[in-house]
């Protein structure tokens, strides 16, 4: 079992920037993938970045080269360092962890959430 806190959410004005972080604890044995999810009000919820246990990173094409995902090891520790932010952000951003290198056998567990807004 795995839990998850996000922190660093907040309101900032377009084109400033946020660090966004997720803590995983408990009892596993291996957290395989970490990924930053989001969504907005009326919207589905959308892969933003993600990150496996070899530091291999992938990005939405609407983040790439504002969004930087990081992980440290040992603590299964994660990152989203935002630059450039834009209304089009504002979101409910999400951790999710999966406790396999195998996204489709492994569990998925996420968090609770931090809301970042982006607004003059």
């Known amino acids: 079992q795995v839990q998850l806190v996000e922190s660093g959410g907040g309101l900032v004005q377009p084109g400033g920037s946020l660090r966004l972080s997720c803590a995983a604890s408990g009892t596993y044995f291996r957290i395989g993938v970490m990924r930053w999810y989001r969504q907005a009000p009326g919207k589905e919820r959308e892969l933003v970045a993600a990150?496996?246990?070899?530091?291999?990173?992938d990005y939405a094409d609407f983040v790439k080269g504002r969004f930087t995902i990081s992980r440290e090891i040992p603590g299964d520790t994660i990152y989203l360092q935002m630059n450039n932010l834009q209304p089009e952000d504002t979101a409910v951003y999400y951790c999710?962890?999966?406790?396999?290198?195998?996204?489709?056998?492994?569990?998925?567990?996420w968090g609770q959430g931090t809301q970042v807004t982006v607004s003059s």
């Open positions: 999710n962890a999966i406790d396999s290198p195998d996204p489709i056998r492994g569990n998925h567990y």
């Open positions: 990150i496996t246990d070899g530091g291999l990173a």
